[in-house]
């Protein structure tokens, strides 16, 4: 070991690392019996967490494991928002059948404050039947599918291919609404009609069938 | 300025005439005049009600053109209907407005 202490701790052939570059440090190993010398030089080895390749094998696994993780999340999620799209849907026709069901007995019904109060239970089903299918709409945005390039053909556009398809069944509303509501339906001096109701029933059937047809495809 | 039906008018709708029950679309319709004197522009919230009726709707906002002598674009330019929670009420005023024929 005589020789150990006799080398220089940094031969003047190795050059000095830059910066970046693993620190070079020799060893002396003296070889018995002939006492040759045999000059190794190892690169230092870095430890703990700054060093990548601590725990480089177990990369993939862990990014495959959180993928797997992020993709059954996002469908358990969009599952979530399309069975709440689907409760308000089925919400939705009911509350329709029900509101006309009291509109056609608020207009057969004769003058007096039973009257009365089914004209206001009237308006009041009709505007819940509103406010629940704005809501089926705007959850209708997280789940619908985006257009077809049937769509785009029928609209003449592209745009369908960057929206979704909502549920909108504004328009017959307002049909069921001005068929249930229109005159003389609150005038005091009115008697009890049965010719209104065949007018509610089409409004309420082509309610029923937008709603269902804006379902099914939005749904796909 | 704004007005809300149910704070400034009524929660509770009524029928179109002012014969017919309180509240009506007429009553309602003199205020918006009477606002629309003071104002260019007026915002007219919708929400908080129990509900309306179409003739209502009809009567406030498609008898500005019908009783009180406004033009179509006028009526379009000078209100702005607010109704968040039901939007269709805000589509039924529109259809008014667009349907209804000054008197002869």
């Known amino acids: ?220 | 300025m704004s007005i809300s039906v149910a704070k400034d008018f009524t929660p509770h709708p009524g029928p179109r005439l002012k014969k017919q029950g309180k509240f009506s679309g007429e009553e309602f319709r003199k205020l918006l005049v009477e606002k629309l004197l003071d104002a260019d522009l007026l915002y007219v919230d919708l929400d908080g009600t129990s509900g309306f009726g179409s003739s209502f709707l009809d009567e406030a906002f498609g008898g500005l053109i019908r009783s009180e002598g406004m033009s179509r674009d006028e009526v379009k330019k000078r209100i702005i209907i607010k109704s968040e929670m039901d939007p269709s009420y805000k589509d039924e005023v529109e259809e008014a407005i667009e349907l209804a024929r000054p008197a002869a």
């Open chain 1, 1 to 220: 070991m005589k020789k150990l202490s006799s080398l220089p701790d940094q031969p003047h052939n190795l050059a000095k690392p830059s910066a970046g570059e693993p620190v070079l440090i020799p060893h002396t190993i003296v070889v018995e019996p002939s006492r040759a010398e045999v000059k190794v030089i190892l690169p230092a080895r870095e430890s703990g967490l700054g060093n990548i390749s601590t725990y480089a094998s177990a990369i993939p696994g862990t990014i495959v494991a959180v993928a797997g993780f992020a993709i059954v999340h996002f469908l358990t999620k969009r599952r979530e928002r399309e069975n709440r799209v689907v409760k308000l849907y089925d919400g939705l026709r009911e509350q329709a059948e029900k509101a006309a069901t009291t509109a056609i007995s608020a207009w057969m019904w004769d003058a007096g404050a039973s009257r009365v109060e089914l004209v206001h239970q009237t308006k009041r089903e009709i505007q819940a039947l509103g406010i629940s299918a704005t809501r089926l709409e705007k959850a209708s945005r997280t789940v619908g599918r985006r257009g077809s390039l049937r769509d785009c053909w029928n609209a003449r556009s592209l745009w369908p291919l960057f929206s979704k398809r909502l549920i909108n069944v504004r328009p017959s509303l307002v049909r069921l609404r001005q068929a249930a509501t229109h005159d003389p339906f609150e005038d005091p001096d009115r008697a009890g009609e049965t010719e209104p109701a065949k007018n509610i029933q089409i409004a309420l059937a082509n309610f029923t069938h937008s709603l269902d047809e804006q379902f099914r495809r939005c749904l796909g």
